[in-house]
C-alpha cells in the first residue's frame, strides 16, 4: 500500500483482503472496497484524464452521479470505480481522455 | 396595453423561425420573435443535424431544386454564423451513406435517386455501393448491410449550435426575442394583426410570419391556411464520447462533433408524445451494430425522442394566407438543412422582391 494517499483507513475490525493491481503495481484492498475507495487510498494520483482538456481526475462523488471516477478495468474503459466491488485479481488501469471505440480485449 | 411596432413578427423562435429572422434583418427589416414555452414540442432540440441532399424530393422536383440550393449555400451561412457570433456550428460536408439492410429497399431507394438524379443533372452526385464494395472502402461495416449510397453533397452540423447561434446573431443584428410568449390565437386587425396571449396583453403587427412548427397546426387554420400539420415521432440516441473518429457519416449513425455517437432514424405516426420507447431503441442499437459492429461495446448515455413537423405530403408551406397576403406561413421538416436558403432566397419571397424566387409549387393551396 502506498503511504502518500490524502486518505487513512479507520484501523477498526478486521477485513478480508483481496488483491489488485493499479497501473501495473501489486497491490491490496478490502475486499469490501469499492474501486474508487481503493484508488483513493492507494495514492494521490489522478486516475483519469479528461477528454477535452486532457484535466486530472480522481473519484470525487463516491456515489455515481460524477463520473470523475472512470477508469479502465479489466479492459474494458469507461467503468465507474465507485459503482464497482473491488474482486481479488481485478486490473485496473488509468484512463486517458475519451474511451476507444474499440476494447482492447486483453483482460 | 396593446405592444409591437416592429414591421415583422415572427412566431416560433426555433431553427426555421429564426433562419427567417436572420435573413430579414440583414434586408435591415425590423423583427420580433415570439417564442413559445419551454415545454413546446421543439423539434429544434430534438433533431438529428444532417444537412442532407440525397433522396430528398426523388418524385417532386421543386424539393429537389430548393434542398440542392439550400445544400449549396450551406458552407457561407456555417462561416457567416460563426463569423458573427464565435460558435462554431462543426458543419463538415464529409459526404453522407444511407446504408441497408434490405436489399428491396436499397433498390428502391437506388431508383429515388436515379429520379433526382435526373431532376437535378450535372450538379448531382452519388454512388451505389454492394455490401462488399462498402467493406472494402469501410473496413468495419457489418455483413448484414447488402448495399448502400453514397452523395458528396451531404453533411452534418451540431444542431443545438445552429440554434444558438443564431439566437444570437438575430439578436446582435437588433431582433428581439421574446420567450414565453406563446401565442393562443391571431385575428385580423385594421393595421395588420392582433396576437394574442393567454395572459399578456395581444401584440399588434403589420406583418405576420407564422413559423411555429407542431404549433402552426392550430394557428394555421386562424389564419386560413389549409395545410394540416402533423407530428411524426423519431426517436434517438447518444453513445458515450469516443476517441476514435468514425470514418464516415450516415443519415441513420453519425458522430457528433464532441465524440458521441448518435443513432436515429425511426419513424412513427403517435400524435404529440415525443417519449422514448424501450422496442425502438432496441431496433436502433440493433441497427447501429448492423452497421459498424464494433460499437456493441459501448455505453448509450442518452435517449430521447422528437417529433417531426409534417405537412400532408411531406414538403414545406411557403404561402400567403389566402385573404390576408401580409400573414406567411413557412413550414418544414428539414429546417436544419433549409436554413441558409431560409435566411436568403426565402427573404425575397417574403418580401416579395424583384429577386424573389418561384415557390408556387409549396404554396398551401395545394392540400
Redesign the interface.
Known sequence: MMTDSRFFRRENGTYDTVCLQIDGVQTHARATDTVAAALLAFGPAPTRTTGISQSPRTPFCMMGACFDCLVTIDGRPNQQACMITVQDGMCITHQAGFRPLEEPHDG | MEQGNTDTTIIGGGVVGLSVAFGLLKAGQSVTVLDGENADLRASQGNFGLTWLQGKGAHFAPYARWTKHAINLWPAFAQELQDMTGIDLAFQATGGYEFFTDNAEFDAFTADLAAQAKTLGDDFRYQTLTGDALRAALPGIGEQIVGATFCPHDGHVNPLRVLQALRVAVQRLGGVIIPNWKVHSISPHASGFKVHHATHAPRLTPHLILCAGLGSADLAPMLGFRTAIRPQKGELMIT?????R?PFVSSTVRQVD??GIQIGGTKADVGPDDRETTSKMKSLAQHAIAVWP??K???VVRSWGALRVMTPDGYPVYARAPEMPAAQMITCHSGITLAPAHASTLVDWILNTQNAPDLKAFDDDRF
Not at chain 2, 458515450?240 to 476514435?244: A, G, L
Request: zero cysteines.
Open positions: 458515450e464520447r469516443i476517441q476514435d468514425l464532441e465524440g464494433t460499437l461495446d459501448v455505453n
